[in-house]
Structures are given as C-alpha cells and as structure tokens.
C-alpha cells in the first residue's frame, strides 16, 4: 500500500493527472475501503449480464450533462422483469417510475440517469426501446425508470439539451467491461462536496463461505457535506466544507442516485433492505443528507431463479429466496460498494468550466499526503 500512495505521489505532479483517464481510481492510488474483496473490474459490469452505456455532452462550455444506462440484463427486460427494491432516503427529486417500483417490486425497463430538465426525454427513450424489442407488439404500459441530479452550475439545464435520440443511444450502447467514471454520462456536469465529481462505480464479490455472491454499485454524485475520505476528514483539512463559519456559500443541497446491482436470489423485499444500506457508504463519505438534496437508492437482482418472466407471471410460481439471516454479508457489501464509488467518482473526475462556474478537481497531490499521515 506504501507503494501504491508512494507512486501516485510521483505522478501527481504530472499535469495529465488533471484529466481524464489519467486520474486514478481511488484503489488504484492505495485508498482501500473495507474489508470485502471487489470484483475483476471493481465496477457494477461484474455483476454478470449487466451493462452500462453512457452518452457525453460537452457541446461548448455551457453544456456539460449527458445519460447513463443501465441494463439488469441483455434479454428483453419487459417480458422478463426483475426484482428490485427502491428507497427515496430524502426525497427533494424527481425519480420516474418509483412508485409502481415500491408497488410492484420489480424493473422493466433500462434504468436511466440524467439531469433533472431532462427526465421526459430519458424516459421517452425508455418507451421507445420497450415498445421495439421483439416480443413486445401488445404492450401499453411501460414503466420508465429515469432518475435525475440538477447539474446546473456546470449545465445550462435550461436548454434541455439531452434529446430522446442521446438518450436512446446511450441504451443502445451499454455493454459489459470497465465502465467510465468522473465527468462521463449523467455526472457529465455533477459537483460534491466542491469538487467536480460525477459517474463512480465498485463492487464486491462475497467469499465462498458467505454465499459468493456479486454485488456492484454506481452512484451519480452531486451532493454536498464534509468531505471524509477513508476516515480522514479531507474536506475540513481542505478548507472546504458546507456551513463553513455559518455561511451557506458552498451550499450542501444537491442530490445522489445509487443503482445497486447482485447476482444473489434476493425478494423484493430484501432489494429494498439492500438499497436502504446503500446510504451508510453515502453517510461515510461525509454527506450532510440536507433539505434539498434527492437521495434515492435503487436494488435489483439478476439472478435467473427470481426474474419475473412471462411464465411465471401466468400463474402461482416458485422462486428461490435468500433467507434473512443471510443477507447482512451484502449489507456490508452495499455500504463499502457505494462509499467506494463515491470516491472513485471524485478521483477520475477533472476539472471543468462551466455554464455558471467552474467545478474544480479534487487535488489528489494535496489529498493523498493526508491520507498517508493519517495512516
């Protein structure tokens, strides 16, 4: 580990490291959070037959917004639904399709990211897919999965700029492997804590004797609070924190959407129990949880012996379930996941000028110092 933050140290004063894939995650640069193992990519694509697909915007300095996709798995998601579980923690949003979600406790559709104006078109989007996979001819009611931040100090959110088309592309495009993370997709123009942030992801792959199961997390971080960074409170070592001598001029309002995905057989039920867990690795990372912040969290299960397939819905069926006394392994997996993505959303994220203000980087040549004196 000495190694890893002795390494960065050396490359963080390369400029390269202000943008892009340059910047590290923050596993990469030796910031290890918790005690599970992540997956091969340390992202919600190890999660198998999960797919992410995300659409850019940067059109000029006033646009900075964009979509993220994501896929629970390649077939046709109508026809064959899966179980999920849905928590507004604070509900200060708009997060489309909710409330048949907590009704019925399942997802048929893509689950969309984007910015909060542009919700209609994501979820416009969503339709026109649904209604064009085969198999789908009769179908007169969809229910869109579309959740939103407010990017607007980097965005000109009034211009709407995210059309059904970019949207219908980043479906198009999702696909396994290393997923994208930082000022990518709907984090395009989202701010936390100060500091540009974004598009993050993890995961954490339980051992054999808790079950084996996969479960990864991605996260769309604009929110606000005390930045804590494994532990270390980076944020007030930084000078820059919400409610800083009582004046609201960084302010902590702000938003996070969290789609939390697993391999293991869970009920709807539990999805919910899951997706409420997920605000532990948000309360770590040193959110203030403020009055206008939309704080939603988003479970689903891929797992084949739970789907709700056209079958099964015909009549009684029987489905697998993972007892409770063995779910508080994910628990842990949840929190340590979301935390996690958190953090690389900050790490890969550059700086970027914006519609109304410039979002700048979290300065890791700063940033990584302290966490190693902490140690």
């Known amino acids: 580990m000495r190694r890893a933050f002795a390494l960065l140290l050396l490359l963080s004063a390369d400029p390269l490291l202000a943008q ?32 992410v697909g995300q659409v850019t915007l940067p059109r000029s300095r006033a646009v900075n917004t964009g979509v993220t996709a994501i896929l629970p798995h390649g077939g046709n998601l109508f026809q064959d639904k899966v179980p999920a579980g849905f928590v507004a923690y604070n509900a200060f949003g708009k997060f489309m399709g909710s409330t048949q979600i907590v009704e019925l406790g399942e997802v048929e559709t893509p689950i969309l990211l984007t910015n909060t104006l542009n919700v209609a ?16 001819e009769d179908v007169r009611s969809v229910n ?19 059309t059904i ?5 980043a479906i198009d495009s999702a696909r396994g492997g290393p997923v994208a993370e930082g000022a990518v997709g709907a984090g395009a123009g989202t701010v936390a804590f100060g500091f540009k942030a974004g598009i993050g992801t993890a995961s954490r792959k339980l051992p054999a004797a808790l079950g084996g199961w996969t479960l990864g997390v991605l996260v769309q971080a604009n929110y606000g609070g005390v930045l804590t960074v494994a532990g270390v409170p980076v944020g007030v070592q930084l000078g820059r924190y919400d409610y800083r001598q009582q004046v609201e001029d960084r302010k902590a309002d702000g938003s996070v959407v969290i789609v939390i995905a697993t391999d293991a057989p869970l009920s709807d039920r539990n999805l919910r129990r899951v997706a409420e867990r ?8 040193g959110s203030s949880f403020s009055n206008g912040s939309g704080d939603y969290a988003l479970a689903f299960s891929t797992a084949q012996a739970v789907r709700r397939t056209a079958d099964r819905r015909k009549d009684v069926a029987s489905v697998q379930d993972l007892p409770n006394d063995r779910i508080s392994p994910l628990f842990q997996a949840t929190i340590e996941a979301t935390e996690e993505a958190v953090l690389n959303a900050l790490f890969k994220a550059h700086t970027v000028e914006g519609h109304r203000g410039t979002a700048d980087a979290l300065p890791l040549d700063t940033v990584l110092p302290m966490l190693k004196k902490a140690r």
């Not at 078109?121 to 789908?136: C, F, H, I, K, S």
């Not at 931040?149 to 700029?161: E, F, M, S, V, Y």
């Not at 997920?278 to 990372?285: K, P, V």
């Open 144 to 162: 869109a999965v579309v959740g939103e931040t407010n990017d607007g100090l980097l965005n000109d959110i009034r211009g709407r700029h995210v």
């Open 20 to 51: 892009g894939d340059a910047r590290p995650r923050a596993r990469e640069a030796g910031v290890t959070v918790g005690i599970l193992q992540p997956g091969p990519l340390n992202a919600i694509t190890d999660v198998a037959g999960v797919t």
């Open 165 to 169: 088309a970019d949207a219908r592309r």
């Open 278 to 285: 997920a605000f532990a690795g948000i309360a770590r990372t």
């Open 121 to 136: 078109e994501a979820g416009a989007a969503a339709v026109d897919w649904t209604l064009a996979q085969p198999g789908n």
